[in-house]
C-alpha cells in the first residue's frame, strides 16, 4: 500500500556518486509514492465511466496481436500485466540467492554492522519526516519495518531528482544512469549505504524491479510534459509516480494467511490507494502547480465546466470551479472506497500505518471542500488535533480481521 512520503532534497551529484543524501533532507511531509506530479508514459484516448458502481476508465491503445493484427489493448489491462506479475512473485515468494559483488568501502548486505546502520539511517529519515507514518511501521515486524524504511528512501531520493531545489540540472542522461543504478542493486551491487539497505531489502522479498523502473520512466516524462488531455493520461502518470508504490510494498507489508481475498486483488487495492493519493495531491496543490506554469488537470473535462488554463493561473474560485472541484474531488474519493477494500486482507501488523495513510490523506479533500474549493492560495492540511482524532480510529481498522468470503474484483 501507499505509505506516506516526506520531501528530500537530492542534489544532481547524489545521481553519479550517491553521497550526500541525508545532509540534503529538508522539511516536508507528502504521501509515499503520492510524489509531485509526474507525466504519463502512455497517450492514451478514452473516457472515465462506472461500471456496476465501481471505477471503470476506458484507457485504451493501439498494439499489435502475434498474428499481425491491430487491436485496442485499454491502459488497464496494460498496468495489469504488472499487478499480474507482481502478484505471481508474492505467491512463489521469490528469493535472490546471487552472491553480493560490491564497490570497496561500501556497507553492503552480509556486513552485519554496515547493513544494520544503513537501515538506521533509512529509519532516521522516516522517523524525522513522516512521523505518523513510522509510528505504525514500529508494529510491524522488524524485518517488514526495515525494509519498508528502505524503500520509502530510494522513492525520496528519486522523487527529489525532478521535483527537488536541483531539478533544472536534471537530465534524461542522468535518470538513465539511476536507472542503471537501480538494476545494480537487484544485482547485489549497492553503490552507498542506502542502496545497500534496498538490495538488501530485495534480496529477502519478493519485490520486483519493473514498478522502480516505471517510478523513473514517470520522472523521465515528467521532464517535458506539463498538460494532460484527459483522465486517461493522468490516470496512467498517477500509476507511475504513486501506484507504483503499492506494488512495491505489499510484498514488504505481507497478506494476512486467513485472507479469501485473491493475491491480485490486494495489489489492485494498493494500486488505488496510490492513485488516490495522487488525484488527492493534484487537487491540493493546483494553486503551487500554476505558480510553476504546470496544469495537473484534465484539460477535456476543465473545457467541458467551461475552465481553462487561464482560469487556473488567474486563481478564480467561480461556481463553474467549484462543481469541477466536487467532481475531482469525487473521483478520488472512489479511488480511495477501492483501497479500503485491500488494506484489511494485509498481515495484521502491518495495517495500522495503511489505515491511518489512507485516513489522513483521504481528509485532505474534506479540507479543500472547507476551504470553499480554493485551492490556489489556500493549502489544505489536516490539523494536529484532527490526526490525533484519525490515528485510533485507524488502529481500531487494523484489527479487524481480514474477510473470509468475500473475493475482491480483479480490475477497479
Not at 61 to 74: D, F, L, Q, S, Y
Not at 233 to 255: D, F
Not at 260 to 267: D, F, G, I, L, P
Amino acid at each position: 500500500m501507499s505509505v506516506a512520503l516526506a520531501q528530500v532534497n537530492v542534489s544532481p551529484c547524489e545521481v553519479s556518486n550517491g553521497t550526500g543524501f541525508l545532509e540534503s533532507v529538508r522539511e516536508g511531509n507528502r504521501i509515499f509514492g503520492s510524489s509531485r506530479h509526474r507525466n504519463s508514459r502512455f497517450s492514451c484516448l478514452g473516457g472515465s465511466r462506472t461500471k456496476n458502481g465501481r471505477i471503470f476508465s476506458v484507457r485504451s491503445a493501439i498494439v499489435a496481436t502475434p498474428g499481425g493484427e491491430m487491436t485496442t489493448m485499454t491502459s488497464e489491462q496494460k498496468v495489469y500485466d504488472v499487478v499480474l506479475k507482481q502478484a505471481a512473485l508474492v505467491k512463489r515468494q521469490l528469493r535472490s540467492t546471487d552472491e553480493l559483488e560490491v564497490k570497496p568501502d561500501i556497507p553492503i548486505p552480509g556486513n552485519l554492522d554496515l547493513l544494520s546502520e544503513a537501515y538506521d539511517r533509512c529509519s532516521e529519515v522516516c522517523a524525522e519526516y513522516a512521523k505518523t507514518f513510522y509510528l505504525g511501521t514500529l508494529l510491524m515486524t522488524p524485518e517488514r519495518r526495515k525494509a519498508i524504511w528502505a524503500i520509502y528512501v530510494w522513492c525520496r531520493r528519486t522523487d527529489e531528482l525532478v521535483d527537488g531545489p536541483n531539478a533544472s540540472h536534471i537530465t534524461p542522461q542522468a535518470l538513465d544512469r539511476w536507472e542503471d543504478r537501480l538494476e545494480d542493486v537487484f544485482n547485489g551491487r549497492p553503490f552507498d549505504m542506502l542502496d545497500a539497505a534496498l538490495s538488501d531489502t530485495v534480496s529477502n522479498f519478493p519485490v520486483d524491479i519493473q514498478p522502480f523502473r516505471d517510478m523513473i520512466e514517470g520522472m523521465r516524462m515528467d521532464l517535458r510534459k506539463s498538460r494532460y488531455r484527459n483522465f486517461d493520461e493522468l490516470y496512467l502518470y498517477c500509476y507511475y509516480v504513486a501506484g507504483t508504490v503499492g506494488l512495491m510494498s505489499v510484498p514488504i507489508m505481507g497478506i494476512d494467511p486467513e485472507s479469501k481475498a485473491t493475491t491480485e486483488s490486494v495489489y489492485n487495492a494498493a494500486l488505488a490507494l496510490g492513485i488516490a493519493n495522487q488525484l488527492t495531491n493534484i487537487l491540493r496543490d493546483v494553486g503551487e502547480d500554476a505558480r510553476r506554469g504546470r496544469v495537473y488537470l484534465p484539460q477535456d473535462e476543465l473545457a467541458q465546466a467551461g475552465l481553462s488554463d487561464e482560469d487556473i493561473f488567474a486563481g478564480r474560485v467561480t461556481d463553474k470551479w467549484r462543481i469541477f472541484m466536487k467532481k475531482q474531488i469525487q473521483r478520488a474519493r472512489k479511488f480511495f472506497d477501492e483501497a479500503e477494500k485491500g488494506v484489511t486482507e494485509l498481515s495484521g501488523a502491518s495495517r495500522w500505518p495503511v489505515w491511518a495513510s489512507l485516513l489522513l490523506y483521504r481528509k485532505i479533500l474534506d479540507e479543500i471542500e472547507a476551504n470553499d474549493y480554493n485551492n490556489f492560495t489556500r493549502r489544505a492540511y489536516v490539523s494536529k488535533p484532527k490526526k490525533f482524532i484519525a490515528l485510533p480510529i485507524a488502529y481500531a481498522k487494523s484489527l479487524v480481521p481480514p474477510t473470509s468470503t468475500r473475493t475482491l474484483s480483479p480490475l477497479s
